[in-house]
Nanobody, 117 residues
């Protein structure tokens, strides 16, 4: 069983930065893709960023140029650096991992990010 544990969510003001982390219960080399998604109240879950086992990163249009995803293979973590936060970034942020063997997908429990003045 794979467990993903997010941390770092907080209440911040517009323009501030925040860093989210997701710790996996097993080696992240076992996953083809690691990513972050978010879901705001009344909205569908949307892609924020993904990173492949080879380190290729991709981003949702709304966060390009402001967010950066990274992975630490030694610590089995994937992080999301969020800069220039906007109120519309307010959402529950979820860590996601796609298993290399069989393609099973796993989700964390989420961490809340609120951007408000």
């Amino acid at each position: 069983q794979v467990q993903l544990q997010e941390s770092g969510g907080a209440l911040v003001q517009p323009g501030e930065s925040l860093r989210l982390s997701c710790a996996a219960s097993r080696s992240i080399f076992d996953f083809n893709v690691l990513g972050w998604y978010r879901q705001a109240p009344g909205k569908e879950r949307e892609l924020v960023a993904t990173i492949t086992s080879g380190g290729f990163a991709s981003y949702g249009d709304s966060v390009k140029g402001r967010f950066a995803i990274s992975r630490d293979n030694a610590k089995n973590t994937v992080s999301l650096q969020m800069n220039s936060l906007k109120p519309e970034d307010t959402a529950m942020y979820y860590c996601n991992a796609i298993f290399r063997y069989g393609g099973d997908q796993y989700w964390g429990q989420g961490t809340q990010v609120t951007v408000s003045s």
